[in-house]
């Protein structure tokens, strides 16, 4: 069992900066780790992936925008999010993701607001 909690969202205005924080309670070696999105009224979407190899994986919507990193030694994942948008508010997840095992956990979520 891997428990992972988010932090780092808030609300910005358009065009800044904000670096989310994923911290995992156990180790990530093996895991896929992701970010996912879900704003209010619409599915839960994918954001950004990092293999357990570090290849990675970007939403068309923010390619060039954000970056997905991880730190297997501190057992954390980061997404850094430029030139926020309107559009990118919702609430954003962490997913760690082991296939092979059939592993697959949720963060709770934190809400990251871009408005003027």
């Known amino acids: 069992q891997v428990q992972l909690v988010e932090s780092g969202g808030g609300l910005v205005q358009p065009g800044e900066s904000l670096r989310l924080s994923c911290a995992a309670s156990?180790?990530?070696?093996?895991?896929?780790m992701g970010w996912y999105r879900q704003a209010p009224g619409k599915q839960r979407e994918l954001v950004a992936t990092?293999?357990?190899?570090?290849?990675?994986n970007y939403a068309a919507s923010v390619r060039g925008r954000f970056s997905i990193s991880r730190d297997n030694a501190e057992k954390m994942a980061y997404l850094q999010m430029n030139s926020l948008k309107p559009e990118d508010t919702a609430v954003y997840y962490c997913?760690?993701?082991?296939?092979?095992?059939?592993?697959?956990?949720w963060g709770q979520g934190t809400q990251v607001t871009v408005s003027s």
């Open positions: 156990g180790s990530i070696t093996n895991y896929a």
């Open positions: 990092i293999g357990s190899a570090s290849s990675t």
């Open positions: 997913n760690a993701d082991w296939a092979q095992r059939r592993r697959n956990y």
